[in-house]
């Protein structure tokens, strides 16, 4: 079965602060991994697509990373500020027929000043 | 070029009434997806759909919900008789192409019904 797991579910750090979030995935066979973040009472928004060839990619002060052998992925925050406060959430793709994507339960970030 | 449009964004049923969702994808996505969140939670795959076609619809309850996604006009999520566990906050999300394909799937701000 197609599992996604995230960690630490909830986390609460001083502002200007690095912070790295983690999924851990068995969804196969792999295609892609996506990070979102989520803001309270708004849609997902994509921060980031690896596939398997890819290891880190970056988008401003989120640097994502990908071990395709381990099947864990990180997502590291950089000097946070108090917009990153919302939830993250890695999704996994698979080459499977239908929907293809496989949604982890999110981590809880909160920046405090 | 507008984002995934949901609408209505809040909606208010009775029990027993029908609650109808509707989602217009991005310019140029023939792919939508439609998931549920409910409150502290996180996102549940209802459906997936192209254009005329259910691909995958394994995250809907047998009874009461139905999509689909018509040639021309929006995707629609129907729920019929609703019971107050249907309060949830809907998103739709849509793609150019297949997810295994690194599309960038794009989501809508949600539609959150309260069934009173």
């Known amino acids: 079965k197609n599992q996604v797991e995230q960690s630490p579910q909830s986390l609460i750090i001083l502002e200007g602060k690095n912070c790295t979030l983690q999924c851990n995935y068995t969804v196969s066979p792999f295609s892609n991994l996506r990070w979102y973040k989520q803001d309270t009472g708004r849609g997902p928004v994509s921060l980031t697509i690896m596939t398997f060839s890819e290891n880190t990619k970056s988008n401003g002060r989120y640097t994502a990373t990908l071990d395709a052998d381990t099947k864990q992925s990180s997502l590291h925050i950089t000097a946070s500020q108090l917009s990153d406060s919302a939830s993250y959430i890695c999704v996994v793709s698979a080459y499977n027929a239908g929907n293809m994507l496989t949604f982890g339960g999110g981590t809880r970030l909160m920046v405090k000043p | 070029n507008a984002g995934v449009m949901q609408n209505p964004r809040h909606l208010v049923r009775r029990r027993g009434q029908e609650a109808r969702l509707r989602c217009s994808p991005m310019k140029g996505h023939s792919h939508v997806y439609w998931y549920r969140q409910l409150p502290e939670e996180g996102l549940k795959f209802m459906v997936y759909?192209?254009?005329?076609?259910?691909?995958?619809e394994s995250g809907m309850p047998k009874e009461r919900f139905s999509a689909e996604f018509p040639k021309e006009g929006p995707s629609i999520l129907r729920i019929q008789q609703v019971v107050r566990g249907d309060s949830a906050a809907y998103f739709c999300?849509?793609?150019?192409?297949?997810?295994?394909?690194?599309?960038?799937?794009?989501f809508g701000e949600g539609s959150w019904l309260t069934v009173v």
């Open positions: 759909l192209q254009k005329e076609n259910i691909i995958d």
């Open positions: 999300a849509s793609s150019p192409g297949q997810p295994t394909s690194g599309n960038t799937i794009y």
